[in-house]
T-cell receptor, first 114, second 114 residues
Framework: AQSVTQPDIHITVSEGASLELRCNYS??????LFWYVQSPGQGLQLLLK??????LVQGIKGFEAEFKRSQSSFNLRKPSVHWSDAAEYFC????????????FGTGTRLKVLA | DTGVSQDPRHKITKRGQNVTFRCDPI?????LYWYRQTLGQGPEFLTY????????KSRLLSDRFSAERPKGSFSTLEIQRTEQGDSAMYLC????????????FGPGTRLTVL
């Protein structure tokens, strides 16, 4: 069965510092991969997605992620964090056939220090 | 705005009451998904429709839950005899049934059962 692991429940960084949020997935083939951000009480906003092709994916708000098949990882990065990036971040995986339902990780809550 | 819409955005009810939520997908999307997100967790798949046919239901969807999509357009999710454990954010998403089947999420309905 597919699964997604986000090992870090909470991460705190200083404004201007770099950020990396980890995501590991379990799936037999190359899945579709996504990162979403959710502010308190809000819905999900898609940051970026990977379906195939170039393994380094650029997203909105200056985020990028790299698909590493050998490590079953899809880590999210940002070179310089802004206070407005404080939110919860979810990694998701979907099988590229059948239901196409999304399996989400448990999320990483990001706190940004001024 | 032609995105996914959900109504109501918030619902407070007493234990034992029935509630119904509505989701209006993007108009040309024939796949529609329901997810549930409890506090501190990522969204979890509940069920999905291909046009008016409900093709998969999660084990999370107990017999108190029923979903419909009668004309293949909007969908409703009903919870009968609500319990406090039903308190969650209920998210709807829609997609085309071709290509990467990318899902677009609505803002969610937040249910609080007192």
């Amino acid at each position: 069965a597919q699964s997604v692991t986000q090992p870090d429940i909470h991460i705190t960084v200083s404004e201007g510092a770099s950020l990396e949020l980890r995501c590991n997935y379990s799936y037999g083939a190359t899945p579709y991969l996504f990162w979403y951000v959710q502010s308190p009480g809000q819905g999900l906003q898609l940051l970026l997605k990977y379906f195939s092709g170039d393994t380094l994916v650029q997203g909105i708000k200056g985020f990028e992620a790299e698909f590493k098949r050998s490590q079953s990882s899809f880590n999210l990065r940002k070179p310089s964090v802004h206070w407005s990036d404080a939110a919860e971040y979810f990694c998701a995986v979907a099988r590229g056939s059948g239901t196409y339902k999304y399996i989400f990780g448990t999320g990483t809550r990001l706190k940004v220090l001024a | 705005d032609t995105g996914v819409s959900q109504d109501p955005r918030h619902k407070i009810t007493k234990r034992g009451q029935n509630v119904t939520f509505r989701c209006d997908p993007i108009s040309e999307h024939n796949r529609l998904y329901w997810y549930r997100q409890t506090l501190g967790q990522g969204p979890e798949f509940l069920t999905y429709f291909q046009n008016e046919a409900q093709l998969e239901k999660s084990r999370l969807l107990s017999d108190r839950f029923s979903a419909e999509r009668p004309k293949g357009s909007f969908s409703t999710l009903e919870i009968q005899r609500t319990e406090q454990g039903d308190s969650a954010m209920y998210l709807c998403a829609s997609s085309l049934d071709r290509g990467q089947h990318e899902q677009f999420f609505g803002p969610g309905t937040r249910l609080t059962v007192l």
